[in-house]
């Protein structure tokens, strides 16, 4: 079955540590997005590519990093630059027709 | 900066209400408008909607979009405990694709 894997489930992270979030997904999709949930408020986008080896910056990119050497993954990294990390992060894929598939997500917890 | 705002933030059910969920946004370059169903992990897609009028159905739930007044409402009839979600508004731009969520709507349907 095509999908979007997102692992781990759950992360816990100590302060000053580098994580790294994956994202893989086998639909063929051109366009992947990482978004960041935190309680009460909507998905923010933190990157986004459009095609392999290039992405752009979403809206709150600061503290985080992502490559896209390959169509299928989309690692996600928090730096220890990122002071508050502590949130539900959601990898999604896109391509032409309907909206988005997204992933399970990864339960980031400092700690 | 575009702008997705929802409401009302939550709201507490009886099985077999109708609920009535809002959602307004104000994008530069409007591509579409989405709905999305959220329980715990990831967004479910439930509708797209590109025209003004045009209600879209699927079971008890359909939505419309008013692209005059920049707005769509999203409505459940007759609802179970397994509506109980937070349902999510996200606008897509012309640009990249790229979805501004709003902060969503918790709805909790009672038995």
């Known amino acids: 079955d095509g999908g979007i894997t997102q692992s781990p489930k759950y992360l816990f992270r100590k302060e000053g540590q580098n994580v790294t979030l994956s994202c893989e997904q086998n639909l063929n999709h051109d366009a992947m997005y990482w978004y960041r949930q935190d309680p009460g408020q909507g998905l923010r986008l933190i990157y986004y590519?459009?095609?392999?080896?290039?992405?752009q910056k979403g809206d709150i990119a600061e503290g985080y990093s992502v490559s896209r050497e390959k169509k299928e993954s989309f690692p996600l990294t928090v730096t220890s630059a990122q002071k508050n990390p502590t949130a539900f992060y959601l990898c999604a894929s896109r391509t032409g027709g309907i909206g988005y598939t997204f992933g399970s997500g990864t339960r980031l917890t400092v700690v | 900066e575009d702008k997705v705002v929802q409401s009302p933030l939550s709201l507490v059910v009886h099985e077999g209400d109708t609920v009535t969920l809002n959602c307004s946004y104000e994008?530069?370059?409007?591509?579409?408008l989405l709905w999305y169903k959220q329980e715990k992990k990831a967004p479910t897609f439930l509708f797209m909607l590109?025209?003004?009028?045009i209600e879209k159905k699927s079971g008890r739930l359909s939505s419309i979009l008013d692209k005059k007044e920049l707005f769509s409402i999203l409505n459940i009839t007759a609802t179970q405990t397994g509506d109980s979600a937070v349902y999510l508004c996200?606008?897509?731009?012309?640009?990249?694709?790229?979805?501004?969520f709003g902060a969503g709507t918790t709805v909790t349907v009672r038995a």
């Open positions: 994008v530069t370059n409007f591509r579409s």
């Open positions: 590519s459009q095609i392999v080896n290039d992405f």
């Open positions: 996200a606008v897509e731009g012309l640009e990249d694709y790229k979805l501004s």
């Open positions: 590109t025209s003004s009028g």
